[in-house]
Every structure is written in C-alpha cells, then in structure tokens.
C-alpha cells in the first residue's frame, strides 16, 4: 500500500510532467487536471519552488470573480542534461535545460570510423569540458550524461556492436562514466533521434511513429503508445542489416543478397551519382545538382528514392505507424525525394492498408544528441518524485 509520502512523491513528478508538457499553469487548473485538491497542489508547488524546479510567473485574470490566478512554469535552470551523439564524420553535443531548450551545442568534425577509440574518447571528454565551462554554476545540475552511438545497446552500458566505427563488445558506459567522472548511459542513435522527435513535437506527442534513420548506415526505431518500442533485447527496429533478394541486370537477372542501408543508405546514391559523373562528398553537393535540375542527378536520386518508398512500406507493414519521419544527413533531400518515395509507399502497400503520413525530421544534423539529452530529461521528470 502506498504511503502519504509516496502519494506525494508522485504527484510532485506529474504536477511538473504536466507544467512541462502544457505550459504554465495556475495551481487551479493544475489541480483540476491531475484530480487534486487545491490544497494538495499548493503543498506539491511550494516544495517544487523549494528545490529550484518549478518557479511563479504572471498573473491571469480568471472569467469569475476572485484574485487572478498565478501561472506555474518549469524553471528552466532547475535542471540540465547533456547528450551527445559520435557519428562516423562528427561528433556533437548539446545541452538542454529543464524546459527542454538547446542552451549550448557544439560539434566536431572528423573521421571516427577511421580513428581509434581512444582518439573518440579525448574528442569527446574535451567536447564534454567545453559544455561544463558553458554551463558555469548549471554544472553542478548536471545528473548524468547520455551517449548516442550507431550500433547495438545493451542496458544502456554495453555497446555490443558498431560496426561502421569498428568497435565491439564494450562495456562504453563504465568506460566513458570514469572519463568524465560522471554517470554515463548508452543510447542507440536511432533510438535517440526518434525520441528527440516525438518527445519535442507537440503534433507527434499522441501520435505513433517510425524514424528512418539515413546516414552513412541505417538505422530505425519505432515509438508506440507513448514510448520506445524497444522489443526484448532493446533492438527492435534496427533494419538497416536486413537482407534482401535483389535482381541484378549486370549479372544476368541472378539474384544476389543485398543489405538495406547498402540500397538506401548515403554511400548508394553517392555511388549513383558518382556513376553518373558527378562525384559527391556529402548531400550539400547533391543538393546543388538537383537544385540546378541536373538530369543525371534527378534521374539517380529518383531510383534512390524509389527504393527508400519500397522500404518505408515494409516499415508500414512491420510497424503499422501512423507517422514515417526520415532523419539524419539524407533527410536534407525531403523537398526533392518526398513525392517519390510517398508515391512508392502507397503503390506497394496493400489496398486499404493505412498510409502513413511521410515526415522530414526536425532534428536532422543533431538528432541523436538531442534525442540523448532529451531522453536524460524525460527520465528526469519521472526520476524528479525523490526530491519532492
């Protein structure tokens, strides 16, 4: 049976859940929506105010007679999370205040895949100091840090695989955590970035949704019922290793075993537009050439983006989601791929499936730290009840 203090304790955790979420509320109406009593909620704020968590802003003129009422926000210095996200060509950071703003980003740009752990870890530690020197006093906020990172995760701690940095079986968490002299948890990226844009988008926050995410490899994650869909090892939807049967017409129309992030991932429209004459290094010279209407640049990115609507309905399928968001670097070609890859969608979909609506990710350069520190906030709010 619960006690006072845990019935307390709870309500203080869903009294600023739900400042966060809606806004700044009068204790009034703060107590209408949790079923509270005017009392209980006046009780539950002054020890949120105590801690430095939630703090009184203006004044509102209610539509009956009596005192304006007094409007409660989330105090943004209560609290601050960092995450940070090692990719194969960057690394970046930001830091989130508990309003769930960016106060502070910073970025590093250079070829993990291609470096020893080491190397990772000292760009990482120097760009963690350099958040710490930002945040001044706010350190002392600090909590924890999380680590977005493109591979396999276990209990937020071991890194079972990421094979596109070369690394394998660590226990990354510990690792890191005696770094920074801080606790660390481990993120998968994907994971991350679609937290970051279902957490921090009003109009996906009742919603359920698919993050394809479409960097250097490709990485997926589904959120249903308000959270991570996970599955039992913390993997689920990872598909960017599925296997697939593919015709191939240089070979005679013998089918051989192709990788999905080897179809849809960066280094295969790269690869197109390379065949075509046009050698790319990243989506920013993509984007030029299909600016300029360059017919052997629109004529790739079309075969591309025909293949990446043949995988968004296998998601559509897997998933049954009411939103398909595409994230990371190739989200950057949304305008030019958008109609081709929602045409492909609805064409290989059976008739009368739900079609689910076609999104350009928010956070698309930083979406797995944002999605690190954001999942550091949302623990945050639950966590918070210790303190009330």
């Given at each position: 049976?619960?006690?006072?203090?845990?019935?307390?304790?709870?309500?203080?955790?869903?009294?600023?859940?739900?400042?966060?979420?809606?806004?700044?509320?009068?204790?009034?109406?703060?107590?209408?929506?949790?079923?509270?009593?005017?009392?209980?909620?006046?009780?539950?704020?002054?020890?949120?105010?105590?801690?430095?968590?939630?703090?009184?802003?203006?004044?509102?003129?209610?539509?009956?007679?009596?005192?304006?009422?007094?409007?409660?926000?989330?105090?943004?210095?209560?609290?601050?999370?960092?995450?940070?996200?090692?990719?194969?060509?960057?690394?970046?950071l930001v830091t989130m205040d508990l309003a769930g703003r960016i106060v502070h980003q910073a970025e590093k740009h250079e070829r993990f895949s291609e470096k020893p752990e080491s190397f990772a870890f000292s760009e990482l530690a120097k760009l963690y100091r350099g958040a710490l020197t930002q945040l001044g006093r706010g350190a002392s906020l600090l909590r924890e840090v999380r680590v977005a990172v493109p591979g396999y995760v276990r209990d937020g701690d071991t890194l079972i695989s990421a094979k596109i940095l070369g690394w394998s079986q660590m226990p990354l968490g510990e690792k890191l955590s005696r770094r920074l002299d801080i606790p660390v948890k481990i993120e998968n990226d994907a994971n991350a970035s679609a937290f970051a844009e279902w957490y921090l988008r009003k109009e996906l926050h009742t919603q359920s949704m698919y993050l394809l995410l479409l960097e250097s490899g490709v990485g997926g994650a589904c959120i249903a019922d308000g959270k991570l869909a996970l599955g039992s090892n913390g993997l689920?939807?990872?598909?960017?290793?599925?296997?697939?049967?593919?015709?191939?017409?240089?070979?005679?129309?013998?089918?051989?075993?192709?990788?999905?992030?080897?179809?849809?991932?960066?280094?295969?429209?790269?690869?197109?537009?390379?065949?075509?004459?046009?050698?790319?290094?990243?989506?920013?010279?993509?984007?030029?050439?299909?600016?300029?209407?360059?017919?052997?640049?629109?004529?790739?990115?079309?075969?591309?983006?025909?293949?990446?609507?043949?995988?968004?309905?296998?998601?559509?399928?897997?998933?049954?989601?009411?939103?398909?968001?595409?994230?990371?670097?190739?989200?950057?070609?949304?305008?030019?791929?958008?109609?081709?890859?929602?045409?492909?969608?609805?064409?290989?979909?059976?008739p009368g499936f739900p079609v689910p609506t076609l999104r350009r990710a928010k956070f698309i350069d930083d979406g797995g730290a944002v999605g690190a520190a954001a999942l550091g906030h949302a623990a945050a709010l639950k966590e918070i009840e210790s303190n009330v």
């Open positions: 049976m619960a006690t006072p203090a845990t019935v307390r304790q709870i309500n203080g955790a869903a009294a600023l859940a739900l400042i966060w979420s809606e806004g700044p509320l009068t204790r009034a109406e703060m107590a209408r929506r949790l079923s509270l009593t005017k009392a209980s909620v006046a009780s539950i704020i002054a020890q949120l105010e105590e801690v430095g968590l939630v703090q009184e802003e203006v004044s509102v003129r209610s539509v009956k007679a009596g005192r304006p009422g007094t409007l409660v926000g989330v105090r943004p210095e209560g609290r601050y999370f960092i995450g940070i996200e090692i990719g194969v060509d960057r690394m970046n689920a939807g990872e598909i960017g290793h599925a296997k697939f049967l593919i015709a191939s017409t240089a070979d005679g129309d013998r089918l051989r075993t192709r990788v999905l992030q080897d179809l849809i991932g960066k280094a295969a429209l790269l690869s197109s537009l390379g065949e075509a004459g046009h050698k790319c290094d990243g989506v920013a010279d993509a984007l030029k050439l299909l600016g300029a209407n360059n017919a052997a640049a629109l004529r790739a990115t079309e075969h591309w983006a025909q293949a990446l609507g043949v995988a968004a309905s296998f998601v559509a399928l897997a998933c049954d989601v009411q939103n398909i968001v595409l994230g990371g670097e190739m989200a950057g070609l949304f305008e030019f791929i958008e109609p081709i890859v929602a045409r492909e969608l609805r064409s290989t979909l059976p």
